[in-house]
């Protein structure tokens, strides 16, 4: 190969120099005077700056309130709104109503002087926050988390606190005092009172109570007047003449539901999943139920894990939806498409999908089926077709002990007051005939009734014995109200178990049996085909669910013991634990021999029910469990209807058998380092098992009930006791 000479190479690099002088001319010749560079307009000038800056937000908005909202189920954030709300109908002033998982809190100490943050935050679990509410908590609580002030000190910020809780729980209303104590301790003030709901008695009544309050302490700290407001609607309800009858939601609770598109299935786009088996779990013919479904998830690209809950979404009973379409004189435009737009979409989000019909607002939407609340009567009042109407309304508003004797005692629901203040008999079916027409417009109705929310489950399976299939077990609810002055004893339903009641009878070609069908106890009808049809093939019925996910779960070693608690459907996570146990033995067995579950923890369950011939959930499953698990498995079962009693004649509760069991339940938490959980009823039953446990630890370590007690709280802390109650 040639060598290029020291000449050759000096030509070439002059000649590249030449090429990059002619090239680059422009720039190296031209005068000094920089060259205009273009750039994209600002976000921020254009209002659009950090999505995340609320303070941003209430500057541009001219908000004087922010209100952050912990919220699990929903309801949360209604409080939140209706605060809202009634701060701009009380004194004209406008908020911004805040999911805080969508926002920072580095500038919470930016707060202008004469503006305040309200907190209305829901306690979930054990003590814990929202899902949403757990990045704030962390950023109150965190002593190193620094402010834009450089410290951790909100000086002189106002706040206010709203909380919802349910005091059946250990831990109630834990988040609102502990995001009252960060506050306080960090410098903030606090306006009027804490406030603190209980869903155990009667959480609207204890919102009315202390905002009656609140309101005043409020206009002080602010200097503003009451009085300042207006009543103007969050929404505007148009009929439309003409629309396409493709784009109309007739219940279909997603857009992907409407178009029969593909998507993923959760709690905005529910599947409308096939009933592969229903069938009653109770003794046929008795005057309780309680339904076993079996739900198709083939192909759905749902997956769940035991201990998972699974979300129903249920419908209002016909005989609802109509007596509310007839006390609104709509009845004979039920079906006119309507659309609904909000007037002001930072406070008021149109709840359900549109355009819509009147009826299947009523049917699918809104929980009509729920008690009405006091504060709603009271706007109504104004709309009352006669002066006595009117004065019935206003009366039950202002009245609290009479809203409690007539409307609580007699679970009233909005229709049904509108019935009873009009004179009209609300023990007939209700047609345009037999019930009075109210003025009352829609928007009102929309805006004071909340979302239909789904109603949650423990799923009673396992994927690894059940992977296409989520089971649930629900008890029928069905109880009878109070009977007081204007309203007789009478049978109330609730709306999710009754529909999947509702569901099993179809799908098997059942009629109700004779004890469900007397004359005093009318079981409640629903439009179970859906929309357009849409849940009914040929003969299978389906049921629009998703799954929500839990820590409820099984330790991975199955070395450890295990000790469950569940009466009642209770037990319905706890088939879905021994079902994964089993599917893991199988295996285990089939790889390593007939000894292979030796050194596994023993596997305890403690259940109770009725009588062990009426009530007895999966009666015939477990034995085929314990034999499968190889004697890891003992079932202990308490009956309190039938002997054997106690001495002096009372009934016998699963914490009487554990108990009974103390030396090996103390063994197997203390020594084998065990895991209990417990499902169930909140009010009497888990607090009663949680103190029979912390005597027996107590007395296993040598000490007293608080000892006991505080190896309880330890094992929550560390996960080791774990609850999935409901009061």
């Known amino acids: 190969m040639a060598v290029a000479s020291s000449s050759d190479v000096a030509i070439l690099a002059l000649g590249v120099v030449l090429a990059a002088a002619y090239l680059f001319r422009d720039s190296i010749f031209s005068p000094s005077t920089p060259k205009a560079v273009s750039v994209a307009p600002s976000k921020l000038a254009n209002g659009h700056g950090n999505p995340r800056d609320f303070i941003a937000k209430m500057k541009e908005g001219k908000k004087r309130l922010i209100i952050f909202y912990g919220s699990q189920t929903g309801t949360a954030e209604e409080y939140a709104i209706r605060i809202a709300k009634e701060a701009k109908t009380k004194f004209g002033l406008t908020s911004l109503v805040c999911d805080p998982e969508e926002y920072d809190f580095e500038n919470l100490d930016q707060v202008p002087e004469d503006s305040c943050v309200i907190f209305v935050m829901a306690t979930y679990g054990e003590g814990e926050p929202t899902d949403n509410a757990v990045q704030l908590m962390e950023n109150l609580t965190d002593s190193a988390f620094e402010f834009s002030n450089g410290q951790h000190t909100l000086e002189g910020l106002k706040y206010v606190v709203f909380g919802l809780g349910n005091r059946t729980y250990e831990h109630y209303n834990a988040i609102a005092r502990q995001v009252d104590a960060e506050l306080a301790k960090m410098g903030a003030v606090r306006i009027g009172e804490r406030g603190e709901g209980d869903d155990d008695k009667s959480m609207e009544e204890d919102y009315l109570e202390w905002k009656d309050t609140f309101w005043p302490a409020f ?51 529910p599947y409308a999943s096939p009933v592969k088996v229903s069938r009653e779990l109770f003794q046929v013919g008795g005057d309780r139920n309680c339904v076993h479904v079996e739900l198709d998830i083939e192909g759905s690209g ?228 859906g929309p357009r049809g849409a849940h009914k093939a040929e003969d299978i019925y ?123 339940v103390g063994d197997a938490i203390l020594n084998g380092k065990g895991y209990v959980y417990i499902c169930g009823d909140a009010k009497a039953m888990s607090k009663a098992v949680e103190e029979v446990l912390a005597r027996i630890l107590g007395e296993a370590k040598g000490g007293s009930e608080a000892d006991g007690a505080a190896e309880i709280k330890l094992m929550k802390e560390r996960s080791r006791l774990m609850l999935d109650v409901w009061s």
């Open 302 to 529: 749902i997956t769940y894990q035991h201990g998972d809950h699974v979300g129903v979404w249920p419908l209002n009973p016909d005989a609802e939806v109509d007596r509310l379409l007839c006390a609104l004189g709509l009845y004979s435009k039920k079906d006119t498409v309507i659309n609904v737009d909000s007037l002001d979409p930072a406070l008021a989000k149109v709840p359900f999908p549109v355009p819509s019909t009147y009826i299947s607002v009523l049917r699918h939407y809104i929980d009509i089926s729920a008690v009405t609340g006091r504060q709603i009567l009271g706007v109504l009042a104004k709309f009352a077709p006669s002066p006595e109407a009117g004065a019935f309304m206003r009366n039950l508003n202002s009245n609290k002990d009479e809203y409690a004797m007539v409307v609580t005692n007699g679970c009233l629901k909005l229709g049904e007051v509108l019935q009873l203040a009009a004179g009209n008999d609300i023990s007939a079916h209700p047609t345009p005939q037999n019930t009075t027409a109210w003025a009352i417009p829609f928007d009102i109705v929309i805006s004071s009734i909340p979302r239909l929310q789904p109603r949650y489950y423990s799923i009673s399976s396992s994927p690894k014995l059940n992977p296409t299939s989520v089971h649930v077990t629900a008890v029928v609810l069905k109880y009878e109200s109070i009977a007081n002055k204007l309203v007789a004893s009478r049978w109330v339903h609730g709306v999710g178990s009754n529909f999947l009641l509702n569901i099993k009878h179809a799908a098997n070609g059942e009629t109700p049996a004779a004890s469900e069908a007397l004359e005093h106890v009318s079981l409640p009808a629903y439009a179970i085909e």
């Open 219 to 269: 206009a002080e700290a602010l200097g503003v007047e009451e009085g300042q407001g207006g009543d103007t609607p969050d929404f505007a309800v148009t009929e439309l003449e003409s629309h396409p009858p493709e784009k109309v939601y007739l219940g279909e609770l997603s857009a992907r539901a409407l178009t029969k598109t593909k998507g993923i299935h959760d709690a905005k786009n």
């Open 542 to 664: 389906k049921i629009p669910v998703h799954v929500r996910r839990s820590t409820f779960r099984l330790p991975t070693n199955p070395k450890s013991p295990v000790i469950m608690v569940g009466p009642g459907t209770g037990v319905a996570p706890f088939r879905g634990f021994v079902q994964e146990r089993v599917a893991l033995a199988r295996r285990t067995l089939e790889k390593n021999g007939d000894d292979a579950l030796a050194d596994w923890g023993q596997i305890s369950l403690f259940y109770g029910c009725r009588k062990s011939t009426e009530d007895f959930l999966y009666k015939d499953e477990w034995p085929q469990y314990t034999a499968e698990l190889k004697g890891k498995f003992t079932m202990h079962c308490a009956f309190s209807r039938e002997p054997p009693y106690k001495l002096d004649g009372g009934k016998i509760y699963v914490q009487d058998l554990i108990w009974d069991d103390r030396k090996n």
